[in-house]
C-alpha cells in the first residue's frame, strides 16, 4: 500500500473536531486532512466566525463527495458554550476520534505591571481554560472506546518564556503541563495525546495580537521566512496518520532562521 493510501485508510470514517477552525493552523489543519483521507471524514468546525466556518464548509462540499461537516459556533473562552459540547452536536458527529485543541491567542507585548487585567483573563480563557474544558467534553467518551486522538497545539513560548509575553507564555507552559498529565492519564487506553508546538507561523496571530494592527504584524516577520499554516498543517496529519501504537507525542518546529522565540536571522 502507498504511503498516501495508508494514510487515508487510517484517517477513513473519522470524525474530527478542530477548534479554531476559522483561521490559520485550524483552516489549515481541516483541509489538509480532508485531502489525506481523500475526503472520507466527518469534520466539526468550531470558531466563534460562523462566516468562515461556512465558507470552508462550502469548499470543502465542492472538493469532496460525501464528506461531512458542521460549523459549529463556539468561543472556548466561555466555559457555559463549553460545557455540554457533546449534548450540543448531532447524533452522526458526536463520536470525536480526534480531537484539535487549536483555537489560542495572545493579546498585547505589555511587561508584567503593565499588562491589561482584561488581556490576562482573555488569555487564559482561550488558551488555558477553554482548552481544558473542551477537552473534558471528549476524553470520557474517548476512554469508554479505547481510542482517540488529542492534538494540543502548544508553542515555542511554553518552552522558552520572553520579555513582553509573561501571559501567553504561560498560557502555553500550562497547555505543555495539561498535555503530559492527560497523556499519562490515559496510558492504560489507545487514546494518544500529541503537542505539537511551533515557533514563528505567519497567520492572523500578530495581527490579533497587535489589535489589528497590521504594520505592526508585518514587522514582527520583517526579514525573515516564518512558517505558514500548511507547515504545520502537514504535521498534523503526519502524527494521525500514523499506525496506532505510534504516538508522536511531542514536536517543537521553527522556520530555518529561527533558535528561539527571540533568536531569528533577520536579512536587512
Ligand atoms: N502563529 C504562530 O506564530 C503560532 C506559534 C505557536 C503557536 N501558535 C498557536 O497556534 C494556534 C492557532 O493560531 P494561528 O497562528 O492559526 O492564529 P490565527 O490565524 O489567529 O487563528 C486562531 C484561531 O483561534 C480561534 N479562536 C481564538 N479565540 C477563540 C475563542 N475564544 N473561541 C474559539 N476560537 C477562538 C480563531 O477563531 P475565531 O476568531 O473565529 O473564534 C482562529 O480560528 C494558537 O493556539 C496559537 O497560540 C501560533
Do not use: W
Not at 15 to 21: H, K, M, P, Q, R
Not at 105 to 111: L, Q
Not at 198 to 212: K, L, N, Q
Amino acid at each position: 500500500m502507498s504511503f498516501g493510501d495508508k494514510a487515508a485508510a487510517r484517517l477513513a470514517g473519522k470524525t474530527v473536531f478542530v477548534t479554531g477552525a476559522s483561521s490559520g493552523i485550524g483552516q489549515a489543519t481541516v483541509l489538509a486532512l480532508a485531502e489525506a483521507a481523500k475526503g472520507d471524514l466527518k469534520f466539526v468546525l468550531a470558531a466563534r466566525r460562523t462566516d468562515r466556518l461556512d465558507e470552508l464548509k462550502k469548499k470543502l462540499e465542492t472538493d469532496y463527495k460525501g464528506i461531512q461537516v458542521l460549523p459549529f459556533k463556539l468561543d472556548v473562552s466561555k466555559v457555559e458554550e463549553t460545557e455540554n459540547i457533546v449534548s450540543k452536536l448531532p447524533k452522526e458527529f458526536s463520536e470525536v476520534d480526534v480531537l484539535i485543541n487549536n483555537a489560542g491567542m495572545v493579546h498585547g507585548t505589555e511587561k508584567v505591571g503593565s499588562i491589561n487585567q482584561n488581556d490576562i483573563e482573555i488569555m487564559f480563557h482561550t488558551n488555558v481554560l477553554g482548552l481544558i474544558s473542551v477537552t473534558q467534553q471528549f476524553v470520557g467518551e474517548m476512554r469508554k472506546r479505547n481510542k482517540g486522538d488529542i492534538v494540543n497545539i502548544g508553542s515555542i513560548a511554553g518552552r522558552e518564556p520572553y520579555v513582553g509575553g509573561g501571559i501567553y507564555c504561560a498560557t502555553k507552559a500550562a497547555v505543555r503541563s495539561f498535555t503530559e498529565t492527560l497523556r499519562k492519564e490515559n496510558i492504560d487506553t489507545r487514546i494518544r495525546v500529541i503537542e505539537v508546538d511551533p515557533g514563528a507561523v505567519e497567520t492572523e496571530f500578530s495581527v490579533v495580537r497587535f489589535r489589528g494592527d497590521k504594520s505592526k504584524a508585518d514587522a514582527v516577520y520583517a526579514g525573515t521566512e516564518p512558517l505558514v499554516a500548511d507547515d504545520i498543517a502537514e504535521f498534523i496529519t503526519y502524527t494521525l496518520t500514523r499506525r496506532e501504537n505510534v504516538v508522536i507525542a511531542d514536536t517543537l518546529i521553527f522556520p530555518n532562521h529561527q533558535a528561539s522565540p527571540t533568536h531569528v536571522y533577520r536579512k536587512n
